[in-house]
Structure formats: C-alpha cells, structure tokens
C-alpha cells in the first residue's frame, strides 16, 4: 500500500501542504523515559482551501492542539488512526475552516517511553555510571516516534528547540547550539532539513576540540582515545569542499556514542553520530567519518524524496567518500575501498538478501516493505558503483567533477528522485554532442532495476586487492603444514586488507582443513587477538561460527554483547540460528540483552532469528 502519493511510508499529505519551519520546547524526564513539551508546525499550503492535515504518529500521547491565526487561538479536533507495525498511526487534524496560504499548529505532548527513535540508558549502563543518557535514531521513518510530523524526506523545514533536561548532563541536538544555562540549551538549525535528521542526545558529555569546525564529545573515559582516532576530521572536510563546494552547516562536530548505537555513523547535521566500534586505535575505520561528511551535501543538501531512492543519498556519500580516500591516500587505495565495497555487496546479496532478490534493486519498491526491512548495502554500493560507471564512461573525474558539483548546487535544499539526477546528467552532457554515443550506452533500466550485482564492475586498480586474494587463497586451499611454511605469511597486510582477506575466506566455498589448530595459527599470523578492530573481530568471530568451534562460544557471546551494531549483530545471529547446536544458545543470548538494544536492533534480529512473532 502506498500511504500518500510522494512517499510510500508517510501517511502525510505533503502534496497539499509543508511544514517550512519547526518551534520545539522539549522537557526531557529520566525518571520516566518520555521527551514532553510542545511542538509549532509551520505549515505553508501548496493549494487553496486545505480542511485536513495527515500526518505521521508513532505512538504519541497528544494532549491539546490549536491552530494560530490572527484571531488567536483555536483548540482543534484530532484524530488517530488505527496503529501500524513499522509504520505508525496517521494523524489526522481537522481545521476549522478551509484554509490557504501559511498558519501553525501547536500541539502539546508526550512521548512513549518505547518510542522507537529514542534510547534511553540508566547511569549503570554508561560509561561513568554516574549519568542517565539520552539518544535518538530518526532515520529511517523513526522521527514520527518523538514528534508530530509530515515524516517524509520529501519535506524539509528549519528549526528552533529549546532543550530542558537535569543539571549536570549536557544536552546537544543536530543543531548550532545558540545558548545555553544550567538545565536547559537552545538550538537553532537555519538549513533545511528533512525530519530524519532531528537529532537530540543528553548525558555526561565532554568536549575536545579537533579542528577549526570541529569537536569531538563523549563520555571523559573516550574522549582523548576518540579525539586521536578522528583527527583527521579536518582533513576529511577539506577535500569534501574540493568536491562538493563550501561547507554550509557551520560547525561538524562528532559524538562517541554509547555500543547500543544500531550504526556504523549517522550524518546528523552539526553533529554525527559515530559508534564507539570505530575506536580501532589506529585510525582505520576512520573513512566513516570521511563517510558522514560526505553526506554534508549528498543527503543533507541533495536529499532523496522518499526512501525508494535512497541511493540517491548513499550511494553518493560513498562515491564522494571514495573520492576523499583518493585525494588523502591515492587513487590505489581508492580502488581498493571500493573493490572491498564489492566484496561486502557480495555477501550481502548471497546472505541478507537471498531470499529477497527484489530489494537488490537499485531503486526498490517500498510499499509492502519498511525502510528498515529493505535496509541493505545495495543503495550504497551498486550505487557507488553506477556513478564510478558514469564518471568512468563520460571522461573521468576532470569532466565529471564540475557535472557533480553542479548537480548539488542545483538541487540543494531540495528532494528529489532518480529520474532528476538523470535529467540533470543529460543536460549536462548533452552541451557536448561528442557525449552523446556514451549516453546512448547506458543501461538505466538494468542500472536501476536490475537484481543482483551491478551489470558492469569498473576497471579497478587491484594491487592492494591481489594480496588479500593471496592470502585467502593459501589459505583456503592448502594444509596447515603448507600455510605454515608458506613465504606469503611473511608479507604484511594494512588493517583493511586484513578485513578484505577474512572477508575473501569467508566468500569461499570450501576451506580446507578448517581446524582449531589452523584458526590459531591465523589469530597468530595477523595478531587478531592483540586488535581492537571490530570490522577484524567480526570476521574472525564470522570463521569460529563457519568451523562450528563450539569452545568459543563464550568469545563469540562476548563480541556479540559488546555492541550492537546491527552491521555486526545481524550476519552474526543469522549464521548462528543456522547451526543447530547454537541456534538455541543465540536465541537465549538474544533475550537476555534485546532490551539493551535500540528497537530497530531487536526487531531485525527477531527476524534473522526466526522468531520475530513470539518474542517482541
Ligand atoms: N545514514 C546512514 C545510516 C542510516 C541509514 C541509518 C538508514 C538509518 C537508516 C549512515 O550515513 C551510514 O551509511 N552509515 C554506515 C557507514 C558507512 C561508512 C557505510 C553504517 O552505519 O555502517
Ligand atoms: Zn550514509
């Protein structure tokens, strides 16, 4: 079903109507996990004599309502309908009288203390232990769990908030923060912005600068340890303008989050969010940072109109993502990241996605489907991997950086769908009729709605690649004995090409000899267990479960509990419910912890478990 004509997941009527500006006064209460306040939509009509307003709820404990005009106020009716799973209730607001042009409605409420957007962690469950914290998780469609609200990236509106929250915690929101006292902060956001991206997290936060722009907060215990893994913010930002343009949102600040974060990053403007898995101590996961920034304009500016087109965001953050890692590091590791990207695409159609092969579509069908359900690396890397095609096909980057940078000037501060982009490039190339036989050339169709991975790999730079084959090679093929001798041990591989080999074995049919002695001499040869790596640990965790090591269980729970970042959490459940012997022990493990876990979390891995009906 699709719930209005511009967004399948919205039931609002932003066809009719837009919210341009949002007013926020939000109390936040530990004592019994709800945000209470207010909310002023201000609503500017697309047509004459509007008499209803739909919007998104999710659960939402609405007070009173008005509507402000020059003759004051009016109280409204409401009404709520039926509640869907993943979805929410539309809201339905009556005005009293057919109204054009621009208004506000304010509405007093509450949240649920299981909003699904909102975490909430008792100080024992911090860091410092003597704080409660606060997080929030909007995207996809999770905005409508905190706020009354048109929940469709389609729509973008500016906001003002005013935060009360307990003395002693800092309050910080996906804003520039204007002032600030005892117990209360106020955040202004002069951009734009679509409702996922509505950002508030509150706790024990420290501050450390990193750069002209850029702090990094956490808790203390983190906060120099997170300042060295991502200092180089700056640089990162730097070669993004290069790319993209100037930098518009004022300040880039970076929060460590609490090991609940469901996330890799979340590019909330002013402040991303980033998981404390990135903590490598090396610097390694860093091009996630690099990734977040990327959405600066790939996202944020340039925003998708609904979630069916959602590569239009991240599979160009990752394309620019890509172009930063060549201008810091060289085109060679470029194509390495990119080729790894490939490596994850595959597992991922060949797993997550086997038995869904309509969402390893470049644009997908969400109308039978929630964003979180269709949640996957396609977006990401087929659509990485169709615009390096492009930029390839049309005459590489000298000829294809001015297009992108005129593509983002163009279309920020809008949303926009696929069909746009596409225009946009035909316009673009077209002023060159020597262009004309490379256009003719591409396959939208198959680009955009073919299944499976994308029709045509790039011509790659393999070199960092071949090593990794190499070794996954030796050591899938042969005996102990050979590996053990091999001179191939001696040749040192980066952080990330370890991760590219363990994720190479992991592609193989067949390992040969896959023994307890075999796994220690490859904890050895790569000192995994001397790395703070998570992407490493995931991996190696990953082969434990493939040679049904059943004495490592206690490691394998260890990892599993030690965050849940669905990236990790997800493969590694799924494959154990597919071992009979663990399935048990996984399902047990899984009830034990869901409730620390962020909703989306538990909810996935319900399902990976097989047991998404009887347990939630
Ligand atoms: N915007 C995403 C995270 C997201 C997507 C949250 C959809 C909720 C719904 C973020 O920018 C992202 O892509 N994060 C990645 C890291 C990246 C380097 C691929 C992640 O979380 O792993
Ligand atoms: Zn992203």
Same mark, same amino acid.
């Given at each position: 079903m699709r719930l209005s004509p511009i967004d399948p997941s919205s039931y609002s009527n932003a066809h009719e109507l837009i919210v341009r500006h949002v007013d926020l006064d939000w109390t936040v209460n530990f004592e019994n996990s709800t945000l209470s306040g207010t909310v002023s939509l201000h609503f500017k009509t697309l047509k004459d004599d509007i008499e209803e307003i739909f919007l998104d709820a999710n659960e939402l404990s609405i007070a009173s309502m008005v509507v402000k005009t020059t003759a004051g106020e009016v109280p409204l009716n409401w009404d709520v309908g039926s509640y869907v799973e993943n979805i929410g209730s539309k809201l339905t607001i009556y005005l009293p009288m057919k109204t054009s042009g621009e208004f506000t409605v304010r509405i007093e409420y509450e949240t649920s203390p299981k909003a699904s957007a909102l975490q909430w962690l008792t100080a024992e469950q911090t860091f410092g232990k003597k704080h409660p914290y606060l997080f929030s998780q909007c995207q996809a469609i999770h905005a409508r769990s905190i706020v009354p609200c048109q929940d469709t990236p389609a729509v973008k509106f500016t906001y003002n908030a005013t935060l009360?929250?307990?003395?002693?915690?800092?309050?910080? /929101?996906?804003?520039? #923060?204007?002032?600030?006292?005892?117990?209360? @902060?106020? &955040?202004?956001?002069?951009?734009?912005?679509?409702?996922?991206?509505?950002?508030?997290?509150?706790?024990?936060?420290? !501050?450390?600068?990193?750069?002209?722009?850029?702090?990094?907060?956490?808790?203390?215990?983190?906060?120099?340890?997170?300042?060295? !893994?991502? @200092?180089?913010?700056?640089?990162?930002?730097?070669? =993004? !303008? !290069?790319?993209?343009?100037?930098?518009?949102?004022?300040r880039y600040d970076l929060l460590v989050m609490p090991p609940s974060f469901p996330f890799g990053g979340m590019e909330n403007p002013c402040l991303t969010f980033v998981t404390p898995t990135l903590l490598a101590?090396?610097?390694?996961?860093? *091009?996630?940072?690099?990734?977040?920034?990327?959405?600066?304009?790939?996202?944020?500016?340039?925003?998708?109109?609904?979630?069916?087109?959602?590569?239009?965001?991240?599979?160009?953050?990752?394309?620019?993502?890509?172009?930063? +890692?060549?201008?810091?590091?060289g085109n060679t590791s470029r194509d390495f990241h990119s080729l790894h990207g490939l490596s994850e695409l595959t597992d991922c159609i060949k797993t997550q996605l086997a038995s869904t092969p309509a969402l390893t579509k470049l644009v997908v069908d969400l109308s039978e489907c929630s964003p979180d359900d269709a949640f996957s690396t396609v977006p990401y890397i087929k659509g990485s991997t169709f615009l390096r095609y492009l930029e390839d096909l049309l005459g590489g980057p000298e000829k294809f950086e001015p297009f992108f940078r005129s593509y983002l000037n163009k279309f920020k501060n809008q949303s926009i769908m696929t069909n746009e982009f596409k225009k946009a490039l035909y316009d673009w190339f077209r002023e060159d009729p020597s262009n004309e036989e490379y256009l003719e050339r591409i396959d939208w169709d198959r680009w955009l709605f073919g299944e499976g991975m994308p029709p045509v790999i790039p011509n790659y730079d393999r070199t960092l690649l071949d090593?990794?084959?190499?070794?996954?090679?030796?050591?899938?093929?042969?005996?102990?004995?050979?590996?053990?001798?091999?001179?191939?041990?001696?040749?040192?591989?980066? @952080?990330?090409?370890?991760?590219? &080999?363990?994720?190479?074995?992991?592609?193989?049919? *067949?390992?040969?000899?896959?023994?307890?002695?075999?796994? =220690?001499?490859?904890? #050895? *040869?790569?000192?995994?267990?001397?790395?703070?790596?998570?992407?490493?640990?995931?991996? &190696? +965790?990953?082969?434990?479960?493939?040679?049904?090591?059943?004495?490592?269980?206690?490691?394998?729970? *260890?990892?599993?509990?030690? %965050?849940?970042?669905?990236?990790?959490?997800?493969?590694?459940? #799924?494959?154990?419910?597919?071992?009979?012997? =663990?399935?048990?022990?996984?399902?047990?493990?899984?009830?034990?912890?869901?409730?620390? /876990?962020? @909703?989306?979390?538990?909810?996935?891995?319900? #399902?990976?478990?097989?047991?998404?009906? %009887?347990?939630?």
């Open positions: 009360h929250y307990p003395q002693g915690v800092t309050g910080l /929101m996906s804003a520039v #923060k204007t002032k600030s006292d005892p117990g209360v @902060s106020y &955040f202004h956001q002069s951009i734009p912005i679509p409702s996922y991206l509505l950002a508030i997290v509150v706790g024990a936060l420290v !501050e450390k600068p990193i750069g002209p722009i850029s702090s990094v907060w956490a808790e203390q215990e983190q906060v120099d340890e997170a300042a060295e !893994e991502f @200092s180089q913010t700056a640089e990162f930002i730097a070669k =993004a !303008e !290069e790319i993209c343009g100037p930098y518009v949102w004022g101590g090396d610097k390694s996961l860093a *091009t996630v940072v690099a990734h977040e920034i990327a959405h600066s304009w790939t996202g944020n500016l340039v925003t998708n109109k609904n979630f069916e087109h959602f590569w239009l965001n991240e599979g160009f953050t990752v394309f620019v993502e890509g172009k930063i +890692v060549g201008r810091l590091f090593a990794c084959q190499k070794h996954a090679k030796l050591w899938a093929e042969n005996e102990l004995e050979i590996v053990a001798s091999s001179p191939i041990l001696s040749e040192t591989l980066s @952080s990330i090409q370890v991760i590219e &080999f363990l994720a190479q074995l992991l592609e193989k049919k *067949t390992l040969k000899d896959l023994t307890a002695e075999k796994i =220690a001499l490859l904890d #050895k *040869t790569y000192r995994i267990h001397e790395t703070k790596n998570a992407e490493i640990r995931f991996r &190696f +965790v990953r082969l434990f479960i493939r040679a049904r090591m059943m004495d490592k269980m206690d490691e394998i729970l *260890t990892f599993l509990n030690s %965050n849940f970042r669905m990236k990790f959490v997800r493969p590694i459940y #799924k494959e154990l419910a597919g071992w009979p012997e =663990a399935r048990p022990i996984a399902i047990d493990n899984y009830k034990k912890v869901k409730d620390q /876990m962020m @909703s989306v979390c538990a909810y996935t891995v319900s #399902k990976d478990l097989g047991i998404a009906d %009887n347990s939630n």
